[in-house]
C-alpha cells in the first residue's frame, strides 16, 4: 500500500522550532519529488516547500523562506520540515505529499503544529 | 505569484445536478492545472491534473476544461458522496498556489 506518515508537529510557543517528519511505503521514495502542504484551521490549502528526487532543487513559499528548511532522505524514505522561528500565523495542520510535478496525488493523514504561547 | 480564485465559495445543490466551479488566474498559463476533492477531517485527493486528464480511480462524471486564465470543474450527475470541498492548484509557476475552495454543499 502507498502511505505517507507525518510526525513531529505539537505545541509550541512563538520563536521556537519543532521538526516534522513524513514517511514513506510502498513507492519507489526516491524518484519522487516531494512536497510540505498545510491547511489552516477551517482553511484552504497552501503550498510550503518541496523538493526534488536528488535533493539538488528547492522551493518555498515566500512566506517561509529562512525559517523553513526541507530535506530527505532516501535511505529512509522520509521528507523532513525544520521549521525554525515559528509564528502565529504557522499553526496549522501539515501535509507532506507526494509530487508527480503534475499535482499531489499522496498525502499523509497530517501532523498538527500549534503556535501559541 | 499567480493567484487563484475559485467562484463560487458555497454551491448548494442537489442528487443528479449538473455543478459547474470556476477557477481564474492571475496570469496566463496552458495545462498545468489540477483539481481536488476534500471532505471534512480528510486528506485532499486528487480529480483531475493537466486541466481535463481525470485521475485513475476517478468517476467520469468528473471533468475538467480551460485555458489561459479560466478552468473549470463540471461534476455532471452530483451523487451524495459528491458533497465536499473543491480546490484547484497551479503548477505553472512556483510558488504553487490554490484556490480558496468551493463547499458543494445539500
Known amino acids: 500500500e502507498v502511505q505517507l506518515v507525518e510526525s513531529g508537529g505539537g505545541l509550541v510557543q512563538p520563536g521556537g522550532s519543532l521538526r516534522l517528519s513524513c514517511a514513506g511505503s510502498?513507492?519507489?521514495?526516491?524518484?519522487?519529488?516531494m512536497s510540505w502542504i498545510r491547511q489552516l484551521p477551517g482553511r484552504g490549502l497552501e503550498w510550503v516547500a518541496n523538493?526534488?528526487?536528488?535533493?539538488?532543487?528547492?522551493h518555498y513559499v515566500d512566506s517561509v523562506k529562512g525559517r523553513f528548511t526541507i530535506s530527505r532522505d532516501d535511505a529512509k524514505s522520509s521528507l523532513y520540515l525544520q521549521m525554525n522561528s515559528l509564528r502565529a500565523e504557522d499553526t496549522a495542520l501539515y501535509y507532506c505529499?507526494?509530487?508527480?510535478?503534475?499535482?499531489?496525488?499522496?498525502y499523509g493523514q497530517g501532523t498538527m503544529v500549534t503556535v501559541s504561547s | 505569484d499567480i493567484q487563484m480564485t475559485q467562484s463560487p465559495s458555497t454551491l448548494s445543490a442537489s442528487v443528479g445536478d449538473r455543478v459547474t466551479i470556476t477557477c481564474r488566474a492571475s496570469?496566463?498559463?496552458?495545462?498545468?492545472l489540477a483539481w481536488y476533492q476534500q471532505k471534512p477531517g480528510k486528506a485532499p485527493k486528487v480529480l483531475i491534473y493537466?486541466?481535463?486528464t481525470v485521475e485513475s480511480g476517478v468517476p467520469t462524471r468528473f471533468s475538467g476544461s480551460g485555458s489561459g486564465t479560466e478552468f473549470t470543474l463540471t461534476i455532471s450527475n452530483l451523487q451524495p458522496d459528491d458533497f465536499a470541498t473543491y480546490y484547484c492548484?497551479?503548477?505553472?509557476?512556483?510558488?504553487?498556489?490554490f484556490g480558496q475552495g468551493t463547499k458543494v454543499e445539500i
Open positions: 492548484q497551479q503548477y505553472n509557476s512556483y510558488p504553487r498556489t
Open positions: 496570469q496566463s498559463f496552458t495545462n498545468w
Open positions: 493537466e486541466v481535463s
Open positions: 510502498g513507492f519507489p521514495f526516491r524518484t519522487y519529488w
Open positions: 523538493i526534488r528526487d536528488d535533493g539538488r532543487e528547492i
Open positions: 505529499a507526494r509530487d508527480r510535478g503534475r499535482g499531489f496525488d499522496i
